[in-house]
């Protein structure tokens, strides 16, 4: 079919249309609107339960593959100890208490000092604001 064929025929159906009685085009394309309409609310309810059925899927692969990563990773190995010899390990344990304990006080040194620095600014303001 060529070009002008189909131009042909397009012309003849829209002079067809003006001898459509009055408003049935109108009802005819509000017709087909609704279906139209009811069609995406048959394939919306099609997708929701596609997505329910795929979700549920999903829901139990993970569950399986949670529970046989957890089974093969797991191969009854307790932990060891990084230490074979006791006092060595209580050094070890005495050296980062130490540690902690020297980071903790150099903290608590600060934060004295930034509220001795607070109490003098606030003693500052209380002076300009109350004169």
């Known amino acids: 079919m060529s070009e002008q064929e189909i131009d ?3 012309d003849r159906a ?3 249309e003006a ?7 109108e009802r005819i394309a509000s017709h ?7 069609d995406c609310k048959v394939a919306s309810a099609r997708r929701k339960w596609w997505h329910g059925r795929f979700a549920m899927a999903a829901s139990l692969l993970l569950a399986v593959a949670m ?6 990773s ?3 190995n307790e932990p060891k100890d990084t230490f074979d010899d006791p006092v060595e390990a209580e050094l070890a344990a005495g050296r980062a208490l130490a540690l902690v304990s020297q980071n903790l006080n150099k903290g608590f040194g600060e934060m004295r000092q930034a509220g001795q620095e607070i109490t003098k600014v606030n003693e500052v ?4 604001l109350n004169y």
Not at 32 to 38: H, R, V
Not at 125 to 128: C, E, G, H, T
């Open 8 to 10: 042909e025929i397009i």
């Open 14 to 16: 829209l002079r067809d």
């Open 19 to 25: 001898r459509l009685p009055g408003g049935l085009g």
């Open 32 to 38: 087909i609107d609704e279906l139209a309409a009811a």
């Open 67 to 72: 529970g046989l990563g957890l089974y093969f």
């Open 74 to 76: 797991y191969g009854g």
């Open 125 to 128: 303001l209380n002076k300009r």
